[in-house]
């Protein structure tokens, strides 16, 4: 039904409806549940190997912040850093200087969608967004921008699992970023990424450049399963 090997960090649907109404409760003030949370698909059947069902939530915009930029934020403040760790962010949450990559359509509301948390190890941000691989993006997986934050905020063993070959720490490649607040600065000169620094102690989200690459990296995706091509 999911992954060919469910990773031990995976919680079951259910769970993840718990851990979404926790994330709601706390957001109440900027959420509200139109319809609550969709039903649980009897049918999901993943499309690459790595893929996991996970329950979606895509927050709207607030103020003059984007959705795309506020889930983002929100669920970065719902994780809980590793017990012992502090948590450090080192990222502005800055609609001038972060956007989703190119292709990327942003929708708010809640569902269900597949994320493949270990993808593309080893490729830079860059390669991927010059390189977009057609035949993906035509079964509709995209490069996971709130997703990503969504997944170690609902999965809460999924940032413990991260070793740096196999199960490498992720980039937020959905997204793009300026070094300046400005017009002519390049909008896609870094990505995001989460990091466990262990020697530090340290549970952290900041930006790399974008050509930056290695085995220790990857860049989860996305399929969002109600608009999937």
């Given at each position: 039904?999911?992954?060919?090997?469910?990773?031990?960090?995976?919680?079951?649907?259910?769970?993840?409806?718990?851990?979404?109404?926790e994330f709601l409760w706390r957001n109440g003030?900027?959420?509200?549940?139109?319809?609550?949370?969709?039903?649980?698909?009897?049918?999901?059947?993943?499309?690459?190997?790595?893929?996991?069902?996970?329950?979606?939530?895509?927050?709207?915009?607030?103020?003059?912040?984007?959705?795309?930029?506020?889930?983002?934020?929100?669920?970065w403040e719902f994780i809980e850093p590793p017990?012992?760790?502090?948590?450090?962010?080192?990222?502005?949450?800055?609609?001038?200087?972060?956007?989703?990559?190119?292709?990327?359509?942003?929708?708010?509301?809640?569902?269900?969608?597949?994320?493949?948390?270990?993808?593309?190890?080893?490729?830079?941000?860059?390669?991927?967004?010059?390189?977009?691989?057609?035949?993906?993006?035509?079964?509709?997986?995209?490069?996971?921008?709130?997703?990503?934050?969504?997944?170690?905020?609902?999965?809460?063993?999924?940032?413990?699992?991260?070793?740096?070959?196999?199960?490498?720490?992720?980039?937020?490649?959905?997204?793009?970023?300026?070094?300046?607040?400005?017009?002519?600065?390049?909008?896609?000169?870094?990505?995001?990424?989460?990091?466990?620094?262990?020697?530090?102690?340290?549970?952290?989200?900041?930006?790399?450049?974008?050509?930056e690459k290695g085995p220790e990296w990857g860049?989860?995706?996305?399929?969002?399963?109600?608009?999937?091509?």
């Amino acid at each position: 039904m999911y992954a060919k090997r469910t990773p031990d960090w995976y919680i079951q649907p259910k769970e993840q409806i718990d851990r979404v109404r926790e994330f709601l409760w706390r957001n109440g003030d900027i959420w509200k549940v139109p319809n609550g949370v969709p039903q649980i698909p009897s049918h999901y059947q993943p499309v690459t190997s790595g893929e996991l069902l996970m329950l979606g939530v895509y927050l709207d915009a607030q103020d003059r912040t984007p959705g795309s930029i506020m889930t983002a934020r929100r669920w970065w403040e719902f994780i809980e850093p590793p017990d012992g760790y502090s948590k450090l962010c080192e990222l502005e949450f800055d609609p001038e200087l972060m956007k989703l990559a190119d292709g990327i359509e942003y929708r708010s509301g809640i569902r269900w969608i597949g994320i493949d948390p270990y993808a593309n190890s080893g490729a830079s941000a860059r390669f991927l967004w010059e390189n977009p691989d057609e035949a993906l993006q035509s079964k509709g997986i995209w490069l996971a921008g709130p997703e990503l934050f969504m997944a170690v905020g609902i999965f809460p063993g999924y940032k413990l699992s991260w070793n740096g070959t196999n199960m490498p720490s992720p980039n937020a490649a959905g997204y793009q970023l300026r070094t300046v607040a400005d017009p002519r600065a390049n909008p896609r000169a870094r990505a995001p990424y989460l990091c466990r620094d262990d020697k530090e102690k340290c549970f952290k989200l900041s930006s790399a450049k974008a050509e930056e690459k290695g085995p220790e990296w990857g860049s989860p995706t996305f399929r969002d399963l109600e608009f999937a091509a």
